[in-house]
């Protein structure tokens, strides 16, 4: 199985400054099936990013994803007050088939 | 516009059952694969379980293997989890959302809170 381990934990911030969460797997992980996604209190997850890099509808281009292989990097760029909220990466295992999530990333107000 | 919302959550004893459903509006629901993922209070995301479009294939997370099992109603445009055997650690929010093995969650319902307790 394998394992997502984000980092940092926390991350406190200032509006306007630049974010970097980073997912690292226990083992290669397909691009494809690497996805990042933005949860506020109280509130669902959103869909932020699919295939390692690829903006879902809707998401501004502050937001970016890269990397690869068992490495990959979220970037929020000119941090906007509704940026601050709690960040999962998520991967899919082909085998055995099962979905796996991070810990999570809380990006918070400095 | 897709909308999905989850309903039969609440409060049951530990060792009963509760089965969830979700309900799917604005798109093809028969087209599409279907999850759970539940979120216990203050912590994080936990994948429970997949079906496939036409419930033929389902997957689940290794530790809820044999206790829940998801299923699905394409003419009711509906997806359900029952849950039994019931126990404290399930106590969670639970969410349904549209994916499939190659394709993220991209739509996700509000969640419906269930509370295993005596």
């Known amino acids: 199985e394998i394992v997502l381990t984000q980092s940092p934990g926390t991350l406190s911030l200032s509006p306007g400054d630049t974010a970097t969460l980073s997912c690292r797997a226990s083992q290669s992980v397909s691009s494809n099936y690497l996805a990042w996604y933005q949860q506020k209190p109280g509130q669902a997850p959103r869909l932020l990013i699919y295939g390692a890099s690829i903006r879902a509808t809707g998401i501004p281009d502050r937001f970016s994803g890269s990397g690869s292989g068992t490495d990959f990097t979220l970037t929020i760029s000119r941090l906007e007050p509704e940026d601050f909220a709690v960040y999962y990466c998520?991967?899919?295992?082909?085998?055995?088939?099962?979905?796996?999530f991070g810990g999570g990333t809380k990006v918070e107000i400095k | 516009q897709v909308h999905l919302v989850e309903s039969g959550g609440g409060v049951v004893q530990p060792g009963r059952s509760l089965r969830l459903s979700c309900a799917a509006s604005g798109f093809t629901f028969s087209t599409y694969g279907m999850h759970w993922v539940r979120q216990a209070p203050g912590k994080g995301l936990e994948w429970v379980a997949l079906?496939?479009?036409?419930?033929?294939?389902?997957y689940y997370t290794d530790s809820l293997k044999g206790r829940f099992t998801i299923s699905r109603d394409n003419s009711k445009n509906t997806l359900y989890l029952q849950m039994n055997s019931l126990r404290a650690e399930d106590t969670a929010v639970y969410y349904c959302?549209?994916?499939?093995?190659?394709?993220?969650?991209?739509?996700w319902g509000q969640g419906t809170l269930v509370t295993v307790s005596s």
């Open positions: 998520q991967q899919f295992d082909s085998s055995p088939r099962a979905l796996t």
């Open positions: 959302a549209r994916g499939t093995v190659v394709t993220p969650l991209d739509y």
């Open positions: 079906i496939w479009y036409d419930g033929n294939n389902k």
